[in-house]
């Protein structure tokens, strides 16, 4: 059975493979693709909606245990996957 994390976003639990690996290194965010930089990491669906909700509830200084975080690098990271989600093509059945 593959390991489960809970989002800090949207605070739902999802399998590891499902989910992305962010370090705090720094004290700046950086998303961790390989899921292999040591320290402590905290876990989010690979979302714009998910990312937006952590930093609007502060969820990477509790994960971080910090009283600052710099969210610029995760908040880039973000707008990539909106533009992504955004101009992703749909599938119809039919």
Do not use: N, Y
Not at 23 to 33: K, N
Not at 36 to 54: D, K, V, Y
């Amino acid at each position: 059975m593959s390991s489960v994390r809970t989002c800090v976003g949207c605070r739902s639990r999802s399998a590891r493979s499902q989910l992305l690996r962010v370090v705090l290194r720094q004290g700046s965010l950086e998303v961790d693709i390989s899921a292999s930089l040591p320290g402590r990491g905290a876990w989010i669906h690979p979302t714009a909606e998910c990312t937006r909700l952590a930093i609007e509830r502060r969820a990477f200084l509790r994960a971080f245990k910090t009283g600052t975080v710099d969210t610029e690098a995760l908040s880039r990271h973000a707008s990539t996957l909106e533009q992504g989600e955004r101009t992703a093509p749909t599938t119809r059945k039919g």
